[in-house]
């Protein structure tokens, strides 16, 4: 599977994006972080573990991950060296190197969680992609990834003509069925999904209420709905695919 956008495409939307990054997301602070809040529910982090955060974008995972556990070992990849610039700023005992998504400069067996949020659906090759985050973790050690379903898109045209927003870039979202295929193909176990925010926007009563329902329905076409899809995946082959 190949998207027709390339890294470099990718990489010069975001660096012309960071002036604005942070601010735009401030206006839909809760939304924003949900994927942080919910992504670490995932972990049981234990000090001296080896974590790879991809794509880092301005480090706003890095506190989430810092307090369940202060003493492990981050690895920031991030595809925007003006992403990097800021997230440097912010956090500057922390380690971020650039990346082409495709080529992690890392060896086998080296992680014990890949935390990769709203993420795969801005990879060229989404497969390739997964199956160098499958070559660097350890045997069963867990990949935890966030994105949006194939059923954003007409959600996110809809909110980008009522709000400003950074926009998405090159990106192609993907049903739940393709994922999990990608998935498969490329080594990883899945061990839990889950759709989430149905109702991004509103009171947090209206979006409380949501969340009781896409839970109540999940692996559903209505879960399908959330614009947020959490995927947990274990590493079940030494394999190289």
């Known amino acids: 599977m190949q998207n027709n956008f390339t890294i470099e495409e990718v990489r010069n939307f975001w660096n012309k994006t960071a002036p604005i990054y942070e601010s735009s997301n401030k206006q839909f602070k809760e939304t924003h972080c949900q994927r942080f809040r919910q992504a670490i529910q995932y972990l049981n982090l234990k000090p001296k573990q080896k974590v790879l955060n991809i794509w880092s974008r301005t480090g706003s995972a890095i506190p989430y991950l810092r307090q369940q556990c202060p003493d492990i070992e981050i690895s920031n990849l991030e595809v925007s060296p003006e992403f990097i610039k800021i997230a440097q700023n912010k956090f500057r005992q922390e380690r971020f190197q650039e990346t082409d998504l495709e080529h992690l400069p890392f060896s086998s067996n080296y992680f014990d969680y890949v935390l990769c949020l709203e993420t795969l ?48 870039g090159p990106h192609q979202f993907l049903s739940s069925k393709t994922v999990r295929n990608l998935l498969w193909q490329a080594g990883f176990a899945l061990k839990s999904h889950k759709g989430t925010l149905l109702i991004p926007l509103g009171p947090p009563w209206l979006k409380r209420q949501g969340e009781k329902i896409i839970d109540k329905f999940q692996n559903t076409a209505l879960s399908e709905l959330g614009i947020r899809q959490f995927y947990a995946a274990k590493k079940q082959s030494n394999s190289n695919f």
Do not use: C
């Not at 997964?130 to 959600?155: F, G, H, I």
């Open 121 to 168: 659906e801005h990879t060229p090759k989404p497969l390739v992609f997964l199956k160098e985050l499958q070559r660097t973790l350890k045997l069963n050690a867990l990949l935890v990834m966030s994105l949006p379903p194939k059923t954003a898109e007409l959600p996110l045209r809809i909110y980008e003509i009522f709000f400003k927003n950074h926009g998405e």
